[in-house]
């Protein structure tokens, strides 16, 4: 089940008839708020799941944790939903009482002794002792909506949702678990005035080697806060979990940060070849380099995806990228960073360069990173 999907968790909820009368799975959930910023009490989540018939029972002494009046069996279980001891619900139907059944109460017809009455029970599945939804008797517990893990714990998809709840109150590296992943994975949040950036490239220094084989593309390298990349995997996952505007900083040696902006950037799953794709509207101080490569596949030295046969351009330019054609790209990001003292290109291939508006300027430090649309 989607923990997007839109679970009845906010709202009070009224045991209705139609599900009753179907006495399969009816269910009375614990109002919470899920969208205040502290994690909220754990849900008590109870699903009627069973009804029991035993004619001319009643439920035996020993069993009655608590004996009220009720008119119906809709009664019985309109009180127990918030008695927390409660977990099974037993009407009797010619004295009009409900029994409340506690945690030991096993729900058929052996916990009953005659007396000619009619006993009507339902069982309630255990609440989940976190935060979770009781799915069954076998006390699985499938997460409410913005819960993961095994006990279900808030997990936060992004840098931003980490600031949005007060889990992440500084810049730092943290661990985020993305709608389409299935585990957590380490990223740099940087919290820049009102917007957070969660970074998928730092390239600041000349020492990093950022000439790596497709399988370290994929996987990332180097550590997230220092220079690294994040991987093409993980890239993939949050792009898909939630729609980012890309946006890559550039500074060169004079520290005047340039940036281009590409919203609805998304990269495809492994098997389509990280292709790469954004919204037709882009903007910047930087100009626009992915325009041209846009749908284009991912190339490293030794995954030539450039669609040139003459040249292997992730090999050329010494950096894994998005590459395309005999011209490969007017960027490249990856390249490896010269630092030049001049401030300049020396207009080899094997250089990191962003030749749209930074023409032969050379970049000193390149980011990469995801902000939320
Ligand atoms: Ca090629």
Redo the contacts with the bound molecule.
């Keep these: 089940m989607s923990t997007r999907t839109i679970l009845p968790i906010t709202a009070a909820l009224f045991f209705n008839l139609a599900c009753l009368l179907r006495v399969t799975q009816c269910e009375i959930t614990e109002p919470t708020n899920m969208s205040t910023t502290t994690p909220p009490e754990p849900m008590v989540k109870k699903r009627f799941l069973k009804v029991a018939r035993c004619p001319g029972q009643v439920l035996a002494a020993a069993h009655r944790y608590r004996t009220l009046g009720g008119r119906s069996v809709l009664d019985c279980v309109a009180q127990c939903r918030p008695d927390s001891g409660c977990l099974s619900v037993v009407f009797d139907s010619s004295s009009h009482h409900c029994h409340l059944g506690a945690a030991t109460v096993t729900l058929d017809c052996r916990n009953t002794e005659p007396a000619g009455s009619v006993v009507k029970q339902y069982e309630a599945a255990i609440p989940c002792p976190t935060y979770g939804e009781a799915l069954g008797p076998d006390g699985t517990c499938v997460c409410a909506e913005g819960f993961r893990g095994t006990p279900c714990e808030p997990y936060i998809g992004d840098c931003s949702e980490g600031f949005e709840r007060g889990n992440f109150t500084q810049s730092g590296v943290y661990d985020v678990y993305p709608l389409a992943a299935d585990q957590s994975f380490q990223v740099y949040c940087k919290q820049q005035g009102n917007t957070v950036r969660m970074y998928i490239m730092q390239h600041t220094n000349d020492r990093k080697d950022f000439n790596k084989n497709y399988f370290k593309y994929t996987d990332g390298f180097g550590n997230p806060g220092a220079d690294h990349w994040l991987g093409l995997e993980k890239i993939h996952l949050l792009t898909t979990s939630r729609a980012y505007e890309l946006q890559v900083l550039i500074k060169p040696q004079n520290n005047t940060s340039y940036s281009q902006k590409y919203k609805h950037f998304q990269v495809s799953n492994a098997d389509s070849g990280y292709r790469l794709s954004f919204d037709s509207s882009v903007t910047g101080t930087l100009g626009d380099c992915f325009t041209p490569l846009k749908g284009a596949i991912f190339s490293t030295y030794d995954n ?1 995806q ?4 003459s ?3 992730a090999d050329k330019h010494q950096g894994g990228f998005w590459f395309r054609g005999d011209t490969c790209s007017t960027c490249n990001p990856t390249g490896p960073l010269t630092l030049p003292a001049d401030g300049l290109r020396s207009g080899v291939d094997n250089e990191a360069f962003w030749t749209e508006n930074l023409g032969n300027v050379a970049p000193f430090k390149i980011y990469m990173f995801l902000v939320p649309l």
């Design positions: 030539d450039d669609e040139s046969v040249v292997n351009c």
